[in-house]
């Protein structure tokens, strides 16, 4: 897999490209009054609405469904920001125009869909050949009464991501398997191999990881419940789990381990490519960004090693919207592009992991290498860590935003604003107020 690396900056340009477009002109599109495509002289027109890094445009997968398919015209946008994008999404279901046929559907926002748009999304649940996918998969985008509002595309099967340089500076294994073995099934040993790293390098101001919230991320989705109960409740403030995970992510703050950079915020593409931090708990799609934004300059120097314990972070699904003229159409399109060969393609050509049993178990998936991260097989490993996740993973209306909060209150910790019991404080009225 050689040309992983130059694949991917080429799918992050290319989306944000198309990206910056689409958030000029609006996710739905200039034209507000109308759903979706429609067909016209014995040729089918299928909107696409999705947003960052899917794969699905960048490698020429509509092209070869429209060579394949010549009465079928597939107009694809992609807003480069999810929040932009699901907000313009939540306007348009509520006004019932300018939806596209096709939406994207970030797992984040999956319990909301279910919960209170069902009625705007079709039902996958007739549809043949789409019983490949891992069981919780499905799972998360189905509603009660068993309709399925979409199907799946990636997952986030958690690895560490490191620096072997600045490892070896520190005085700790460099290899793969052994870095693995050294916070082999407690995250609290990776917390401790900061104490070590931090005591022990010699070569400049790095910080041992890049933010606190990663670490909290990983630690929370590893269990079923996260924020919310299996009935709907809040139970962010209660759950031993994300109380753990906030105790331990606060002593990583309070010791200094971190370079206090959120992932994916201002600060962290820089720290990225001027090598201020040496971990970062990395979902398989994350690799195709740290790739792009540290550079070739970094290239080798950076390793994938086994996280402590599995997790899932992310992943998305594509639903129809009941409104589009071409629904029909529009779900042959969307279970084509789903299918465990297509989602092979998608990870051999960016890295992003499947959600089909069967397309984690063929060949190019199993057997594939990152260059860019010093030969990590990728495919073995993110593979792995997707049978340790959680069979059952109980979502919430608000998990996104939820997310977003906790990150907000440790970054409180890590600069040095609030203590931890007057983070969690603040975090959790944030919460109530965001959440109603």
Not at 164 to 179: H, N, W
Not at 216 to 231: H, I, L, R, S, T
Not at 235 to 258: F, R
Request: contains cysteine; glycine residues 12%; aromatic residues 8%.
């Amino acid at each position: 897999m050689g040309t992983l690396g130059s694949l991917r900056r080429k799918a992050v340009a290319t989306a944000a490209a198309v990206g910056a477009l689409a958030l000029v002109v609006g996710c739905g599109g200039s034209d507000d009054s109308a759903t979706g495509g429609g067909e016209k002289d014995g040729k089918v027109t299928i909107t696409m609405g999705m947003y960052g890094v899917m794969g699905i445009k960048e490698t020429g997968l509509l092209e070869q469904y429209e060579k394949e398919n010549p009465d079928v015209d597939i107009k694809a946008e992609i807003a480069g920001d999810e929040q932009t994008y699901y907000t313009a999404l939540q306007t348009r279901l509520a006004a019932g125009k300018g939806l596209k046929d096709i939406q994207g559907i970030e797992i984040g926002r999956a319990k909301e869909i279910t919960e209170t748009q069902a009625d705007k999304f079709v039902d996958f649940a007739d549809v043949t050949g789409t019983d490949h996918f891992l069981p919780w998969k499905e799972s998360q985008i189905s509603t009660e009464d068993g309709k399925v509002l979409g199907l799946g595309t990636d997952i986030g099967p958690m690895a560490v991501c490191y620096r072997k340089d600045y490892f070896e500076k520190a005085g700790l294994p460099t290899d793969r398997e052994e870095v693995a073995k050294l916070w082999e099934g407690d995250w609290k040993k990776y917390v401790e191999v900061g104490r070590t790293f931090k005591k022990g390098f010699k070569g400049g101001d790095v910080a041992y990881m890049d933010a606190a919230s990663g670490l909290f991320n990983a630690m929370v989705y590893g269990y079923p419940e996260q924020y919310y109960d299996d009935k709907g409740e809040l139970i962010y403030d209660s759950n031993p789990a994300v109380k753990e995970a906030w105790n331990l992510s606060a002593d990583a703050a309070e010791d200094g381990l971190t370079a206090k950079l959120r992932q994916f915020q201002p600060g962290w593409d820089p720290g990225l490519a001027n090598g201020t931090f040496a971990t970062a708990v990395c979902p398989a799609w994350m690799l195709s960004h740290i790739s792009e934004k540290a550079g070739d300059a970094n290239k080798g120097k950076w390793d994938v090693a086994k996280a402590p314990k599995g997790a899932n972070w992310g992943g998305s699904f594509l639903g129809v919207v009941e409104q589009s003229p071409v629904k029909e159409e529009a779900k042959k399109l969307v279970a084509w592009l789903t299918a465990p060969e297509q989602q092979a393609h998608i990870f051999k050509e960016i890295g992003n992991i499947p959600s089909s049993r069967e397309a984690l178990d063929s060949p190019e998936v199993k057997n594939a290498e990152s260059e860019y991260f010093s030969g990590a097989p990728i495919g073995q490993i993110f593979g792995a860590a997707a049978q340790e996740i959680p069979d059952k993973q109980v979502l919430g209306r608000k998990d996104g935003t939820i997310k977003d909060t906790f990150s907000q209150g440790l970054a409180l910790i890590e600069q040095g604003d609030a203590s931890r019991d007057e983070a969690w404080k603040t975090t959790g009225e944030r919460i109530e107020k965001a959440v109603g």
